[in-house]
T-cell receptor
Framework: NAGVTQTPKFQVLKTGQSMTLQCAQD?????MYWYRQDPGMGLRLIYY???????DKGEVPNGYNVSRLNKREFSLRLESAAPSQTSVYFC?????????????FGAGTRLSVL | DAKTTQPTSMDCAEGRAANLPCNHS???????VYWYRQIHSQGPQYIIH???NNETNEMASLIITEDRKSSTLILPHATLRDTAVYYC??????????FGAGTTVTVRA
């Protein structure tokens, strides 16, 4: 039981390049989330998926797209990376509405955009 | 969601209880209090949550005042591995958590 798995762990991009961050959970959770964390700050929600087939914007969605591929997988895409997107990205999952907001987090993807 | 106020940092001695305060004076009736922590470079970890009553689990205890305007997270016997940033979050939304700056807790031997 791995929990929430994120790939890659580290990535360096040049400005304008695109990439997709992958996230998978094996806990049969309904809801999944993408956050970013800038140095010395708390996490900010980018997008979330309350259930398979739905996605919604969070606090900072600009510059990102997401896909809820199936119940297990939720990917985050940067179409044209910018230096302002240098951050640590965390994926999380939760059972869903009835279990309140108990979220389980992955280990993070550290992204640098040069 | 209601705003929370936490001290920026605090120290505690290994083996002693750590009491982490959180003010949430604008909390509304349907908002829960959540505590998460983030050990350096790792993803946040859920600790405990509550609505009105005090709660206890294997990690910590949560004490919520009767008027619900403040709460205290208690780590009963702090260890060096409890050194982390602790986030107090108030939310009624089933999906959104707003992480502020949290309290940096350093447990000293």
């Amino acid at each position: 039981n791995a929990g929430v798995t994120q790939t890659p762990k580290f990535q360096v991009l040049k400005t304008g390049q695109s990439m997709t961050l992958q996230c998978a959970q094996d806990m049969n959770h309904n809801s999944m989330y993408w956050y970013r964390q800038d140095p010395g700050m708390g996490l900010r929600l980018i997008y979330y998926s309350a259930s398979e087939g739905t996605t919604d914007k969070g606090e900072v969605p600009n510059g990102y797209n997401v896909s809820r591929l199936n119940k297990r997988e939720f990917s985050l895409r940067l179409e044209s990376a910018a230096p302002s997107q240098t951050s640590v990205y965390f994926c999380a999952s939760s059972v869903g509405r009835l279990a309140k907001n108990i979220q389980y987090f992955g280990a993070g993807t550290r992204l640098s955009v040069l | 969601d209601a705003k929370t106020t936490q001290p920026t940092s605090m120290d505690c001695a290994e083996g002693r209880a750590a009491n982490l305060p959180c003010n949430h004076s604008t909390i509304s009736g349907n908002e829960y209090v959540y505590w998460y922590r983030q050990i350096h470079s790792q993803g946040p970890q859920y600790i405990i949550h509550g609505l009105k009553n005090n709660e206890t689990n294997e990690m910590a205890s949560l004490i919520i005042t009767e008027d619900r305007k403040s709460s205290t997270l208690i780590l009963p016997h702090a260890t060096l591995r409890d050194t982390a940033v602790y986030y107090c979050i108030v939310s009624s939304n089933d999906y959104k958590l707003s992480f502020g700056a949290g309290t940096t807790v350093t447990v000293r031997a």
